[in-house]
């Protein structure tokens, strides 16, 4: 008897983003739970939207909780993998808190589908997305300690305890997409320059933006396009 798995033709020609259909699940699934919700999206639906049986999808992912959660990791992966490489390295705190910002930034804002919606969904508050909340809050740990660093290096200006403020303010470009459809073009620089000066930082920002492409480049991290 033949497989009746992945290999059976699709139901519809290929329309989704991705150069796999894993990768197309997940823009299907990107979509359907940032518009229509994730508690009333089916799997059924997703594949669905891929053009795929709905037992193909299953030969990805086992159930709805793991394309959420592999949606989840794309938001986090990239930067958090930036900023580990970039914690001993001998350039300044605000310039690698800035290059961590604006790569950050532009690709929540790049994103196809505005992912970082999914935060605030009552499941990620369970056991089966802990692993993924630790990943954050190791993010959000780099941000303090690159932040903490900037705010030293401030002296007189500082801003004692606004540490935990570069992180939120980079985040603010989720509801700016959801409020606006679109996020603003001018968010890309005006939340890294923000990140820095709500720390007390008075130095040159276009030093400091080219010294953090300086650091992109040089670690081949290009910024994401949109």
Same mark, same amino acid.
């Given at each position: 008897?033949?497989?009746?798995?992945?290999?059976?033709? =699709?139901?519809?020609? =290929?329309?989704?983003?991705?150069?796999?259909?894993?990768? %197309?699940?997940?823009? !299907?699934?990107?979509?359907? /739970?940032?518009?229509?919700?994730?508690?009333?999206?089916?799997?059924?639906?997703?594949?669905?939207?891929?053009?795929? *049986?709905?037992?193909?999808?299953?030969?990805? &992912?086992? @159930?709805?909780?793991?394309?959420?959660?592999?949606?989840? @990791?794309?938001?986090?992966?990239?930067?958090?993998?930036?900023? #580990?490489?970039?914690?001993?390295?001998?350039?300044? $705190?605000? +310039?690698?808190?800035? !290059?961590?910002?604006? /790569?950050? #930034?532009?690709?929540?804002? !790049?994103?196809?589908?505005?992912?970082?919606?999914?935060?605030?969904?009552? %499941?990620?508050? +369970?056991?089966? &997305?802990?692993?993924?909340?630790? *990943?954050?809050?190791?993010?959000?740990?780099?941000?303090? +300690? /690159?932040?903490?660093?900037?705010?030293?290096?401030?002296?007189?200006? $500082?801003?004692?305890?606004?540490e935990v403020l570069p992180f939120r303010l980079v985040e603010t470009v989720i509801n700016m997409r959801s409020? %606006?459809? @679109?996020?603003?073009?001018? $968010?890309? *620089?005006?939340?890294?320059? @923000?990140?820095?000066?709500?720390?007390?930082?008075?130095?040159?920002? =276009?030093?400091?933006?080219?010294? !953090?492409?300086?650091?992109?480049?040089?670690? $081949?991290?290009?910024?994401?396009?949109?």
């Open positions: 008897m033949a497989n009746p798995g992945p290999g059976r033709p =699709r139901l519809e020609q =290929r329309t989704r983003r991705g150069r796999t259909p894993r990768a %197309e699940i997940l823009d !299907a699934a990107g979509e359907l /739970f940032t518009t229509n919700g994730y508690a009333t999206t089916s799997t059924r639906a997703v594949a669905d939207a891929v053009g795929i *049986r709905q037992a193909s999808l299953y030969h990805h &992912f086992a @159930a709805k909780d793991d394309i959420l959660d592999a949606l989840l @990791a794309e938001t986090i992966a990239t930067p958090l993998e930036l900023a #580990v490489r970039m914690r001993d390295l001998p350039e300044r $705190a605000d +310039t690698r808190l800035y !290059a961590l910002a604006w /790569f950050d #930034v532009r690709q929540l804002c !790049a994103a196809h589908w505005n992912l970082g919606a999914l935060y605030l969904l009552p %499941e990620l508050r +369970t056991d089966r &997305f802990a692993s993924f909340r630790l *990943r954050r809050d190791e993010l959000r740990g780099h941000y303090e +300690t /690159f932040a903490a660093a900037v705010i030293a290096e401030a002296a007189d200006d $500082a801003v004692p305890g606004a409020d %606006e459809g @679109a996020a603003p073009a001018y $968010a890309e *620089r005006t939340i890294p320059d @923000a990140t820095l000066r709500m720390l007390g930082w008075a130095g040159d920002l =276009r030093e400091v933006r080219a010294a !953090a492409g300086r650091l992109l480049d040089r670690l $081949a991290v290009p910024l994401p396009l949109g």
